[in-house]
């Protein structure tokens, strides 16, 4: 690779468009910035603002309820009397003693929002008084723990459960038969009790007893804030860092953006053979995959900068999100290799759009669906997005929480843009083979062909001392099944963020899944040599080639041992998907099941696979059906004594 | 200069190109010809390094093909443009030549000296508001701006109207007589045989017949001679106050005097004619459909 050179195509690719950007591209980054600045204020403020003005309200000036509804913006204050609820003028009058509310759903409705509005406005006159002892008397100490395994809610401290609850219910007794209603044009007098409820239950909650995950204080507006814990009981919510995610959001929504016109790009190069003239000048196919996807990087990365540091400067008013900025670099390289990988496997700008759409699908659901689960569970570390909720959040992050969080997508985008690059050539790139051709195509690219010495052989003969060409099949496909570990590893993982609350039946599926995957990582290059005729069509060479991937997949697996530094294989589901079987026992035993158990089950799959991939695609539809089976019915086994 | 040796290239179990082999001296222009599909195009990417023989190997200025640095002293022309349309032709040749690592100076004074041969005004037009014609000439001109000593056309004229397409075999001679190796193919064999030193025929995948002109001729071509008589022969025709027979052998000449003689006239000029490279072309495959059959 010559930088100069990639840097040369990389300015081309800037400037090549220049004045030349379509009204609907101007259209498009328009409203997505509109959306950004719309949304961030949105969220920030913590209201919706879609109820603003909701309820017609007239209240009597000398009523103690004024002030709540001057402070509430679901209420629009209108002049009138008890006539006006009658006649659908209004939803509430209220007078000093009496609020008469319309018998109608809105009008119920009004009256329960009124409620809520009393609760909030008591509420923040409580957190004024100077004595903020006598204003909420009762203390509770919550300590959100870690979800610890399925069907394991959360759970408040021991030490402090008793409290806690005790708090609560004294919370919910005092706001109980608060109120009256009447029916038609009913009436309520509960004001006072309403006030002195709130006084009475209300817990003062301590920040300091967040709990080492830190999320979920009171409310959306606690989550950045550790000073707003004052509260009744109704304002403890569960930890869902809801700000956080619709902020972190904001971050992978520019990306889908960026594949659009990235996906173009490379796209466009395949049609009418217009690429072909780069391929035939001195640069290397790197330099130009390089050169345009560079600035594509760079600008992902330039937006990605300034919407974190835009976030942090918004909600801590202080610059900051470093290590969000690098969390957020292997999902954007992820985004754009499977984008390039898709661009190269699209026919046609219509396959293009199948391609785009399913990669944002596809990999937004893994960048924000663990991250749901930031203050739950280990299971919210499968997302880099989860390193940004818990950096806004201001907690700590461990260097192996950040390694595992960002590995996996980083190798996964070295592989995607790896098979892609092997297809970006004269041969590959202007054809018009069907995707699954082109999938094979890409597949068989580091096999060597009929002479040559292959690239990972050419690399390990000039490194070691003997010669190893004549093996050098077995070695590309056990490579090869090595270098699909990262791709097999963020399926899995996806599939455990996806399935692992589905309870029990959550096992079995994501063990379904498991095996689907790492049968078809182990076998489809050895299926795509065959079809390219790269193999002798003989049973023993088939088995050697079984051998090789599975070996080479059992060495690759054991790298999923990095999901032990963070604790995710706590979830039965992540032990079962990741480990590939840990048997606990005697540590001769678990010694040995933990290394030959494993390796014998990858050997024999993926030679049951190889088998059948040698005599056609039925067959090795068949064989790699069997396989799946066979290597299912061993996760169960596994399963079954771990759980 | 360019050397193939033994070229094969199979997609699957088609086999595009086998067992071709020639060479090229320095200064030489090369023409293959066959009809579509024989392989033609197959030939020039993998001289062009586009494309990966199955086996057998090419060697371009001293290079192996599949050496990037071969590329600095090759000028390729696909049979098609496909150019950036977006882009202006000079921008266009400019990118290029910048990643030829050729001088800014150099590279503008190389532009512009070659359209002006080409005669391309609009430079700074959009490509993809061009005709074919211009957009064919700012290909050309983009093979050109490393000053190599190598060029491989295939089907430069292809598609494009006559007057162009004089234009552009004028200009590809004008090219040869500068010293440039020339590999090209071409369906119009009458370009072929106008500025060919040798030519291979090509067909399904084989080169069918390979040499200079003369020597295609000897081996698949015909030569007939025009006899000019003044009277009247067997088979004679009358032109403009003669009687021409045309035959296909010296005895046949000497027939044709004895037989003037004996009518009381004499022959007054003797024509050879030799096959047309087309007439070769014609041969070589009816032979080859002959022995396959």
């Known amino acids: 690779m010559r930088p100069r050179k990639l840097l040369r195509i990389a300015r081309w690719e800037v400037t090549k468009n220049a004045g030349g950007v379509d009204r609907q591209t101007v259209v498009i980054a328009l409203v997505a910035l509109a959306l950004f600045t719309l949304v961030v204020p949105f969220v920030m403020s913590g209201e919706t603002g879609l109820d603003e003005g909701l309820y017609r309200v007239s209240v009597d000036e000398d009523s103690q309820f004024s002030a709540v509804v001057e402070s509430e913006s679901a209420f629009a204050v ?83 459960d008793e409290e806690s609850e005790s708090s609560a219910e004294t919370g919910d007794d005092s706001d109980g038969g608060e109120t009256e209603r009447s029916g038609e044009s009913g009436a309520t007098d509960g004001t006072d009790g309403d006030s002195s409820g709130e006084s009475d239950g209300s817990p003062t909650l301590d920040s300091d007893g967040s709990g080492s995950n830190g999320g979920g204080i009171g409310g959306f507006g606690a989550s950045f804030n550790e000073e707003s814990v004052s509260g009744s ?85 202080r610059p900051g999100g470093f290590i969000s900025i690098l969390a957020v670099t292997p999902l954007v390289l992820l985004f754009l290799s499977a984008t390039f990988l898709g661009a190269m496997f699209a026919r046609s700008f219509k396959e293009l759009t199948f391609v785009t759409v399913t990669i944002t699908v596809t990999l937004t659901s893994y960048a924000f669906v663990p991250a749901i689960f930031t203050d739950v569970g280990a299971v919210a570390l499968i997302s880099p997005l989860t390193l940004l909720v818990r950096e806004l959040q201001t907690e700590t992050i461990a260097i192996s929480e950040f390694v ?18 092997g297809l970006y050539r004269e041969e590959d790139m202007f054809d018009q083979r069907s995707l699954r051709g082109r999938v094979l195509d890409a597949l068989v690219g580091p096999i060597p062909a009929t002479g040559g010495t292959g690239w990972i052989t050419g690399r390990l003969d000039s490194i070691l001392p003997v010669n190893i060409t004549p093996l050098r099949r077995y070695i590309a496909v056990g490579g090869l099944t090595v270098g699909l570990i990262p791709f097999v590893f963020v399926v899995q993982l996806l599939a455990i963020a996806l399935l692992f609350a589905l309870g029990e039946i959550s096992i079995i599926l994501i063990l379904i899944v498991v095996a689907v ?44 041992l990095l999901a032990q530094l963070v604790g995710l294989p706590e979830l039965a589901v992540a032990d079962a998907g990741l480990q590939g079987g840990i048997i606990p026992g005697p540590a001769g035993l678990t010694a040995l099941l933990f290394l030959f158990a494993p390796l014998l089950l990858h050997v024999v799959t993926a030679a049951i696979s190889a088998v059948g991939a040698r005599r056609g695609k039925r067959e090795y539809t068949l064989a790699v059906g069997l396989a799946m089976l066979v290597h299912l019915g061993y996760n169960l086994t596994v399963v079954s004594t771990l759980v | ?115 002006d041969k080409l005669d391309l005004e609009h430079r700074e037009r959009q490509i993809g508001d061009m005709s074919k014609g211009m957009k064919r000439k700012v290909a050309i001109t983009r093979s050109l701006v490393n000053d190599p000593d190598v060029l491989i056309y295939d089907e430069p004229a292809s598609g494009l109207d006559p007057l162009t397409t004089n234009y552009i075999i004028e200009f590809t001679e004008q090219l040869a007589k500068e010293g440039k190796t020339i590999v090209f193919s071409a369906h119009n064999l009458f370009h072929v045989e106008s500025i060919c030193d040798r030519v291979a025929i090509m067909a399904d995948g084989e080169i069918i017949a390979r040499g200079d002109l003369a020597e295609l001729q000897d081996a698949h071509g015909e030569t007939t001679y025009h006899v000019y008589t003044t009277v009247e022969v067997s088979d004679s025709v009358r032109e403009n106050g003669q009687y021409r027979r045309i035959v296909e052998s010296m005895d046949a000449v000497d027939e044709t005097r ?24 014609l041969n070589v495959a009816e032979s080859r459909s002959h022995s396959e059959g």
């Open chain 1, 78 to 160: 209108r002049d009138g009397d008890v006539k006006a609820v009658e006649s659908g003028d209004v939803e509430l009058y209220i007078e000093p003693g009496l609020i008469t509310f319309a018998n109608t759903t809105k009008g119920v409705a009004a009256y329960e929002q009124l409620q809520s509005s009393v609760d909030r406005y008591n509420n923040r006159e409580l957190r004024q008084e100077v004595n903020q002892t006598a204003a909420f008397p009762v203390s509770v100490v919550l300590d959100y723990r870690e979800q610890g395994g399925l069907g394991e809610s959360l759970r408040i401290a021991d030490s402090e």
């Open chain 1, 233 to 317: 009981p109704s304002d403890i919510d569960p930890p869902f860092p809801f700000q956080s995610l619709v902020l972190a959001f904001l971050v992978v929504i520019p990306l889908n953006f960026l594949i659009q016109a990235y996906g173009s790009t490379i796209l466009s190069e395949r049609t009418n053979r217009r690429g072909e003239l780069l391929l035939v000048s001195p640069v290397s196919r790197f330099d130009i995959i390089g050169g345009k996807t560079l600035p594509y990087f760079l600008g992902g990365m330039v937006l990605e900068s300034v919407i974190v540091a835009g976030l942090f400067l918004a909600i801590h008013g």
């Open chain 1, 517 to 560: 995957v790492e049968e078809l990582a182990k076998s489809l290059h050895i299926y795509a040599g065959y079809t390219h005729g790269l193999f002798a069509s003989g049973r023993r060479t088939a088995l050697f080639l079984g051998v090789a991937s599975g070996v080479g997949f059992f060495i690759a697996e054991k790298v999923a």
């Open chain 2, 1 to 115: 200069m360019i050397s193939a040796d033994d070229l094969r290239k199979e997609y699957g179990d088609f086999v595009a190109v086998e067992g071709s082999s020639f060479t090229v001296d320095d200064g030489d222009v090369f023409g293959i010809v066959g009809p579509n599909g024989a392989g033609k195009t197959t030939t020039l990417k993998m001289l062009a390094g586009l494309l990966d023989p199955t086996s057998g190997t090419a060697q371009v200025a001293g290079y192996d093909t599949a050496e990037t640095e071969m590329r600095n002293d090759l000028g390729f022309l696909p049979e098609e443009s496909p150019l950036y349309e977006e882009m202006t032709a000079l921008s266009y040749l400019s990118f290029f030549a910048d990643l030829y690592d050729v001088p800014g100076a150099v590279a503008e004074e190389r532009i512009h000296e070659t359209l």
């Open chain 1, 404 to 421: 595992f969080s960002t590995t996996p997508p980083l190798l996964c985008s070295g592989v995607f843009f790896g098979l892609g690059a």
């Open chain 2, 258 to 281: 004895t037989l003037a003689e004996e009518a009381g006239g004499d022959v007054i000029d003797i024509r050879t004619e030799e096959s047309s490279l087309e007439e070769v072309f």
